[in-house]
């Protein structure tokens, strides 16, 4: 039987409180505060291994929750350091999550670093779903940074333009109607060009038509089919948009000026991550790629947070489960709900990378594409998220073995 030293640790900016316990729940040393920085683990390493010799331990677990970025650097100390790799090392970082509904088993219990660090030394000697053991993985963690900053960055920009389409229907209310649309981008060259050098709608219509069939063709480099027709459509939409009161027209310029600006800004910034990730990704063998509507970015996210199916056993069930692709059963004697929801529990980039990737399989692969169309006519509403979601929980499986096989992605015969 093994006899592990349990370690739990509440970690801060500034410091971490330590509280050692066995495999009993008996603390086996008094809790103690350490300096999060490097003497600081120096002196947590040297108590601990002190306390393994004393109390004869034949490992050492240590848990922590992973709070922004406190907690890294204190593990990946602990994970190189030689001194305490003469044991056996297990090293979890807990979602918060873990340990404060475990806290919620105890009657009546304080708010404390100590206590903290007794809470998670505790659900450590209980062992049940614990999280993979911490590793620096140098192959794996370049990507997932990038990866996990272009999420961030998204978002960001989904974000911006939204409050920019707020501002734009102050400005010219009509403009984004779909059946009047006169840009089939709101956000492309021509359409900010538009919204950018034009001050209201008064303006728009007062110019020449001819003048603004030249202007459109112009700024949208010759490529629209017939500009006349794009020039009809915006006049249309300044005829019918509501007047916009002068007072109001210079700040609602100079906002939705900005926000352009700032939304430009962001495309380029999501441009010059793709290729630092594609840049990344070529150190990385793997055949993902081959999947229709894959790319570096939708192979570096799946892959970096995967980090090897071989965590998983090569189970791809394991591996949706990670991801929060799993519906909860409901069931009570011989009641069984209909409805069951997704558990969104588990590793929300790893999901949005599968789903991102699967919109993209959907639309280049028969298959996909089927499937998809079906789940989606399967119910009336949120018909597009559940179909989506669905596909990805599909994607995952030729994912699993594809980076199990490394054989490259091969259609079925029909």
């Not at 040297?46 to 922590?64: S, T």
């Not at 450590?124 to 940074?145: K, N, T």
């Not at 069939?213 to 249309?236: S, T």
Request: hydrophobic fraction near 40%; charged fraction near 25%; aromatic fraction near 12%.
């Amino acid at each position: 039987m093994s006899n592990p030293l349990l370690v739990g640790v509440d970690l801060h900016r500034k410091t971490n409180t330590v509280c050692l316990m066995d495999g009993q729940g008996r603390e086996v040393a008094p809790r103690f505060t350490v300096e999060n920085n490097r003497p600081g683990t120096e002196a947590f390493i040297h108590q601990v291994a002190r306390r393994v010799v004393a109390g004869d331990f034949d490992a050492i677990h240590i848990a922590a929750e992973a709070t922004g970025w406190f907690w890294w650097h204190f593990f990946q100390t602990l994970d190189q350091d030689p001194f305490l790799n003469q044991w056996p090392l297990a090293l979890y970082p807990f979602n918060p999550r873990l340990t404060a509904h475990f806290k919620k088993t105890y009657v009546d219990l304080d708010h404390s670093d100590p206590l903290d660090a007794f809470v998670a030394a505790d659900r450590l000697r209980l062992g049940r779903d614990l999280p993979a053991p911490f590793h620096y993985e140098e192959l794996y963690l370049p990507v997932r940074l990038l990866t996990r900053y272009r999420f961030h960055l998204v978002h960001n920009l989904a974000k911006e333009k939204a409050y920019c389409l707020a501002f734009l229907y102050l400005k010219i209310s009509e403009y984004t109607r779909k059946d009047k649309r006169p840009f089939s981008s709101v956000f492309g060259a021509a359409s900010r060009a538009v919204l950018q050098e034009f001050a209201s709608i008064e303006e728009i219509a007062a110019i020449p038509f001819d003048e603004l069939v030249e202007f459109i063709d112009c700024k949208g480099k010759r490529r629209f089919p017939d500009p006349a027709e794009n020039a009809r459509k915006l006049l249309q939409v300044a005829r019918d948009s509501y007047h916009l009161p002068e007072a109001l027209t210079r700040p609602i310029n100079l906002i939705l000026g900005m926000s352009l600006k700032h939304i430009s800004f962001l495309e380029r910034q999501e441009k010059r991550l793709a290729s630092a990730i594609a840049e990344r990704m070529e150190l990385i063998p793997h055949t993902l790629d081959t999947i229709p509507g894959f790319g570096p970015v939708f192979s570096g996210g799946i892959i970096a947070e995967i980090a090897g199916v071989e965590r998983f056993d090569y189970n791809q069930a394991k591996v949706a489960k990670y991801a929060g692709l799993k519906w909860r059963k409901h069931r009570s004697a011989d009641f069984e709900a209909d409805e069951t929801r997704l558990t969104r529990t588990g590793n929300r980039y790893l999901r949005y990378y599968l789903c991102e990737a699967a919109n993209q399989v959907r639309m280049r692969d028969p298959e996909y594409a089927a499937y998809y169309d079906r789940k989606f006519h399967e119910v009336r509403k949120h018909q597009h998220k559940r179909a989506i979601v669905l596909t990805a929980r599909k994607l995952v499986r030729l994912v699993v073995r594809l980076l199990t096989t490394n054989q490259p992605y091969r259609p079925r015969r029909r």
